[in-house]
């Protein structure tokens, strides 16, 4: 079949960055392929069984490490108040661990990727509207 590993370069993205983020979490997966799939049928198991496990197992960093499942069924709202409660527990019961205040587990409203351009292309838009 001849579908052969891609070698893209990092920051050398023409396409969307969500994309490209899912493309690297894909390829560093200890059971990504190292060589080509034999039939179009196995390429689409593999990719059926990484879908699970991306969307139902991997937890998410930007969305306060539940899975897109969580974050989209709401289950991540009381999955985040019991981590919560969790930590304030544990800096009650030894405060020496924290120099401040425990990881924020309210549940996000908004997922973006490169906070910062989107802030700085922010600021430019309000100075520019100004």
Known sequence: MGVIPSFSRPSMSN??????????????????PAKPFDTMLEAREWVHTFTYWYNNVHLHSCIGFVTPADRHNGNDVAVLANRHQIYQ??????PERWSGRTRNWEPGTTVTLKKFKQQKAEKTADKQAA
């Not at 396409?15 to 979490?25: A, G, H, I, Q, V």
């Not at 527990?89 to 030894?94: C, M, P």
């Open 15 to 32: 396409d969307n960055p969500f994309s490209e983020s899912l493309f690297k979490t894909l390829k560093y997966r200890p059971e990504y």
């Open 89 to 94: 527990k544990a800096k009650s019961k030894h």
